[in-house]
DNA sequence: ACCTGAACACCGTTCAAGT
DNA sequence: ACCTGAACACCGTTCAAGT
């Protein structure tokens, strides 16, 4: 006889207002985590909420999980398992470019997302799996192991860069955001190379933006692992 | 006869156990708050712990500050102050390292100003100071107006990411970090290019990554410029 | 206009007490 | 071992009231 049972004699809890209230786990605790982060009105995570969701209190949480930083290490992994790491077959620069493409439009689903992949550095298995897929792809280039090893940090940290940027919605050519308006009142004596290009710094969509700089890396690496 | 003296008629505040209680302003107000972000022990700010150091209520802060993010912006900007944009004579690319150098070294002094680097796009007179000098140094590089508007962002953005990732205080080759125990606990059979580069990613210093990645990123921005 | 105390609606974490 | 209510020590922001 186990000792907890949802449907047990009690039948306190069992009206049919909530949905079977679910067992508590690391993983319900996990996923309930990424459903409130990836959720669009709000996008923001707390154990408070989490233990409410879960209809319990928040104490409750730390007998699985040890603090809010490993919650958080947990929720950026399980969210890392959406990037698919060989979408398309082609060349190795294809592949790179597809992989990466991918990895920040799953961080970008979320500004919270984006942002934990930096406070907390992300070390489980859908880490590992895309730095593996990165390592595997600059050795098809031609890099050797020094240099890629130290360029998939460069590469990941420019994806989480980049997404954690535009994680507040504002587009990045957005001609009315306070960034657009710095520039554009720039005064010319005190910045004229501002001034002269401001056009420039403006222009560009996101997506242009994001393939002329994987292009700007990958020459870069390719560039110093022949040399 | 000003309506507010520090030192009026009614003297209950100026007990000698108090340095003369500084008077509210803006300035004040970032003044303190890059005080308790750069503190050694703590190096958090928040609005109710400034306006304890200023002797008031958090809710008189919002006489000069519209809501925290706006602090925010005010309290980056400040710290880009610090930044040394000609601290060399010398070649462009010498004084464009010394430049990314300082600006890390800068955003690196606390781990919270270097979070505040993405949250909020810096658009303060200092940023606006950096961004001149980093176009400057593009164009005696010989970097057309188009692709130094793009790279100046690559490069802001490399600084930041950089101080960010590292502003938890573990060093980059820290052999008993949770990076290192995930890369070396990789089993060989699911990463077999990270078991074999284990050595590699975790080799090098902090200073000989920094070299490196701006030597990729310069490679690429010229190899772009040129084409 | 500047400043205030008090309240509102939240946080993460700890701890003694229960089962 | 798992779970809880209640407390602790905080947050940013608002608001009616004062000067």
């Known amino acids: 006889m ?11 809890q ?3 207002t909530r949905p079977a209230k679910p067992p508590l786990s690391r993983d319900a605790i996990v996923e309930e985590a990424l459903r409130q982060i990836t959720s669009e009105d709000d996008g923001t995570m707390s154990l408070r909420k ?18 809010m930083s490993e919650l958080q290490a947990l929720v950026l992994d399980r969210a890392l398992e959406a990037v698919k790491v060989d979408e398309t077959a082609g060349s190795w620069r294809d592949r790179l470019e597809a992989l990466l493409r991918s990895y920040i439009e799953v961080l970008m689903r979320s500004p919270a997302v984006a942002m934990m992949a930096f406070q907390t550095t992300a070390v489980g298995p859908n880490a590992l799996r895309i730095a593996e897929a990165l390592l595997e792809l600059l ?46 009142r720039a005064p010319a004596n005190d910045y004229p190379r501002i001034h002269a290009a401001r056009t420039e710094i403006m222009s560009g969509t996101g997506d242009e933006r994001f393939t002329w700089s994987v292009d700007v890396l990958v020459r870069g690496i390719l560039s110093r692992a022949q040399s």
Chains 1, 2 share one sequence.
């Open 139 to 184: 050795a098809q280039a031609g890099v050797d192991q020094l240099n890629a090893a130290w360029a998939i940090d460069m590469l990941t940290m420019f994806v989480t860069a980049t997404a954690a940027e535009h994680a507040d919605g504002t587009a990045p050519g957005a001609p009315d955001g306070p960034v657009a308006q710095a520039i554009n």
């Open 50 to 67: 989490i233990a409410k969701a879960l209809d319990t209190g928040p104490a409750s949480l730390y007998a699985y999980v040890k603090d």
């Open 14 to 16: 069992s009206r049919r």
């Open 2 to 12: 186990p000792q907890r049972d949802p449907f047990g004699a009690s039948g306190v």
